[in-house]
């Protein structure tokens, strides 16, 4: 059945929102379980600690609604549970922190949890900024979450067109899309997991701090890229 | 690796690794059942990726790692990028290799507060460590206007003394942002109001001060408005006279203990009648004193709902906590809780901790945590996980911070400890603690006899006394409990001990049979072995007659 793949079931949620030349931009994860009316207390409480015109209230409870409903639609529908190893991706600016990082994710491994790996990593790259490590975890979640879509897409297909096909895994391991990895090739037996080194500068993190300027850089081509 | 190769035109070198005593079953070429047990992902045969093979390769890289420099701490970052599998499990892998010490053993191991591995190993204390960070928190920006990079920020304190003002984010100051609405909403009305800081001298003026009335925010004091230091370039005539004695903003700043504990009794017997009061506490105005008392905590009751308090004039420990549990609800709740946790944290947390321990005492002293707060709640919690010595001297710290507080509680206190004193030196188990808190009762009734003068609409009484009292009564009950309990453990001990020294007893004395036995039966052998002795004696003289008789030559011996 499909739900978030962690430990625990948490939806990433982001706004974006724009109203009367004011922009507020956030992501963080919300708990589905919760019941709905929190949605609008949310809502109010971020317009009132930020100090955003009342507008906003409308337009953030919707986002958040949306998103929560898209999220709910999925849910009664079956997941492709096999194993699948998925290399997830990290390129993210969180203030003056920028980071890169490539690391492979067991979609299968419901007890895994994106915020004890974004602990972890700040915790070894020494950062000190807070804020690194839930948006770390979010980018894990959204991440994440986009893959199980695609699975709940691709369950679809198998069972459509599982008539006349042999086996299952044949079938979902051409269909999986190219995220997955050959799980044969990669843990045959007389192979090794332990990487080349030559290829360990493809798998390592990269965090930069950035001075002011380049921030305010970046800031301004983002913006003018979402435009 | 551990060891390199053999060479046998140099002497080996080996390198000593230390690993705690507790993982020596480690060994380089097998796989144990602890880390069987404690991963078992690798051998349930559940998956292509995950074997004994490779799990061994795991972990054999990782140690392999930490022990090419086994001074430096290895983090999981620095293995993971070499090994092909799901981060989550490696990270299992490697965090199991780090609690059984067989990584990073040696290594300098970083004072960090949210390392879940330290404080996974068996750290039971509180590790809830409230970081308070003034502003808003870094990363919020939010921005003005779409194309402008300049952030808002949040004012500084302002002059007129609300120290809620939060300092200002990082950035050029553009519009204003006011705090954060919760906060002001939970602390605003605690706020005290600065005096006034002369310009020239740098005192605070308490009396009068002259403002300068040109530019607005100049103030000096008298002394130094008569001394004639009025600042550069000012003049007698700029400054104006502005009285702080009677002025609403300010106070008498300083309410000394004396002049608290009189402003609540004379509020107590004379009520709303403010000048009455005002003239019993000599050195405050008739202002000075209603702000003091809605400061302080429980002011506002003191002059609303004390009505419950005084139409039970009986003085039980119950109607005492329910009306304070009453009124508390009738409050803001959250301004209640805010100040209460200040002030009574400690006294509470006792209180709860009587609550967890006399189960015959639950009627009386349960009202206190029905009062309906989740703050009780936690606290009932933490204690409950803390162990008792541990409780026991949260209870000293809170006797003695409550003394330290306030000369009143101590009288209570001290009062409450001779008469418990007295009470735990007889041997009557059960009357004690009933006497304890009839004691308390009695206390408590006179301090209400006292009330009793007042007029049946009259308010007022002093609740900051009365709770100290309910929580130093709760104390005296909990301690007089204890002692009990502790008495009857320790009669179990010795009659354990007893039945114990009884049955090694029995044993040495069985022993003991049983060796007797065995003599005998030794001894009974041993007669018959010399029997049999003499009797081959006997049998051999008999052959050798015989053979001498028959003239046999020669004999064997």
């Known amino acids: ?227 | 690796m551990e060891m390199p190769q053999y060479d046998p035109n140099t002497k080996p070198e080996f390198e000593l690794y230390t690993i705690p005593s507790h993982s020596s079953w480690f060994r380089w070429d097998d796989i144990h059942e602890t880390e069987r047990t404690a991963l078992k992902e690798f051998f349930d045969g559940s998956s292509i990726s995950r074997t004994p093979k490779i799990y061994k390769e795991y972990r054999d890289f990782m140690i392999n790692k930490y022990r090419e420099e086994p001074s430096r701490r290895l983090t999981f970052t620095q293995v993971r990028k070499s090994l092909v599998g799901d981060v989550s499990l490696l990270h299992k892998v490697f965090r199991f290799l780090d609690e059984w010490g067989l990584i990073n053993f040696g290594a300098v191991s970083r004072g960090d507060d949210s390392d879940n591995r330290d404080s996974s190993l068996g750290d039971t204390e509180l590790k809830n460590q409230v970081k308070i960070e003034e502003g808003a928190p870094n990363g919020v920006r939010v921005v003005a206007l779409p194309n402008s990079l300049k952030p808002i920020s949040v004012p500084n304190s302002g002059a007129d003394g609300s120290g809620n003002g939060k300092v200002a984010v990082a950035g050029e100051t553009g519009v204003k942002l006011p705090p954060l609405a919760s906060y002001s909403d939970v602390f605003g009305d605690l706020v005290k109001l600065k005096g006034f800081k002369c310009g020239s001298c740098g005192e605070q003026c308490n009396s009068g001060c002259y403002e300068y009335s040109k530019q607005g925010s100049f103030v000096i004091c008298e002394k130094c408005f008569k001394n004639g230091n009025y600042g550069e370039d000012k003049s007698k005539d700029d400054f104006r006279f502005s009285d702080l004695g009677g002025n609403s903003l300010t106070h008498g700043a300083t309410w000394t203990e004396a002049e608290t504990l009189l402003l609540l009794e004379s509020v107590m017997r004379h009520g709303d009648n403010w000048e009455l009061v005002a003239q019993n506490v000599p050195t405050k105005s008739k202002l000075d004193c209603i702000s003091k008392l809605i400061e302080l905590p429980f002011g506002e009751f003191m002059m609303g709902s004390a009505h419950e308090m005084n139409s039970c004039p009986t003085g039980s420990l119950n109607s005492l906590k329910e009306g304070q549990s009453a009124s508390s609800e009738n409050q803001n709740d959250v301004k209640m809780e805010d100040q209460v946790h200040d002030q009574m944290n400690e006294s509470k947390q006792n209180g709860d901790a009587a609550t967890e321990e006399p189960p015959a005492k639950r009627k009386r002293i349960a009202p206190l945590s029905d009062g309906g707060s989740t703050l009780i709640k936690q606290v009932a919690h933490i204690s409950t996980m803390v162990g008792p010595h541990v409780t026991a001297a949260a209870a000293e710290a809170a006797v003695a911070a409550l003394c330290n507080e306030s000369s009143c509680p101590r009288e209570i206190f001290d009062g409450d400890e001779d008469y418990l004193a007295n009470g735990l030196s007889s041997p009557t188990m059960v009357s004690d603690p009933e006497r304890a808190l009839q004691v308390d009762a009695s206390k408590m009734e006179e301090n209400q006899s006292e009330t009793q003068d007042a007029s049946s609409e009259k308010n007022d009484v002093p609740l900051n006394l009365r709770i100290r009292t309910a929580t130093a009564t709760a104390l005296g009950a909990a301690a007089a409990n204890a002692k009990l309990l502790a008495d009857q453990e320790d009669r179990e001990i010795e009659h354990l001990v007893a039945i114990i020294i009884e049955t090694q007893m029995k044993k040495l004395h069985s022993k003991i049979n049983y060796f007797d036995d065995l003599e005998l039966i030794m001894e009974k052998e041993y007669n018959e072995m010399m029997q049999l002795k003499e009797c081959l004696v006997e049998e051999r003289i008999d052959v050798l007659e015989r053979a001498l008789k028959t003239g046999v030559s020669k004999w064997r011996s």
């Open chain 1, 1 to 227: 059945k499909f739900r978030m793949p962690t430990a625990d079931n948490l939806v990433p949620i982001r706004l974006d929102i724009e109203t009367e030349g004011q922009r507020y931009k956030d992501a963080f994860t919300w708990n589905p379980s919760d019941p709905d009316s929190e949605v609008v207390v949310f809502a109010k409480r971020t317009v009132r600690d930020l100090k955003l015109p009342p507008q906003f209230i409308t337009q953030i409870a919707q986002s958040i609604q949306t998103q929560l409903t898209e999220f709910r639609s999925y849910e009664g529908q079956d997941m492709y549970t096999a194993e699948k190893i998925v290399p997830i991706k990290l390129d993210l600016r969180v203030n003056h922190t920028l980071i890169k990082d490539h690391f492979l994710w067991d979609l299968n491994n419901y007890e895994s949890d994106p915020e004890e790996f974004a602990r972890t990593f700040c915790n070894d790259m020494g950062i000190e900024d807070p804020e690194v490590g839930p948006a770390v975890a979010f980018a894990i979640r959204e991440q994440l979450y986009e893959i199980a879509i695609q699975s709940v897409a691709s369950a679809r297909e198998i069972k459509i067109s599982k008539k006349g096909r042999r086996g299952a895994e044949h079938a979902i391991s051409s269909k999986g899309g190219g995220n997955a990895l050959d799980l044969m090739k990669l843990f045959r037996y007389n192979s090794s997991v332990v990487r080349k080194r030559k290829e360990w500068y493809v798998y390592e993190p990269i965090v930069d701090i950035l001075s002011n300027e380049e921030v305010d850089a970046l800031e301004a081509r983002e913006d003018r890229n979402t435009r």
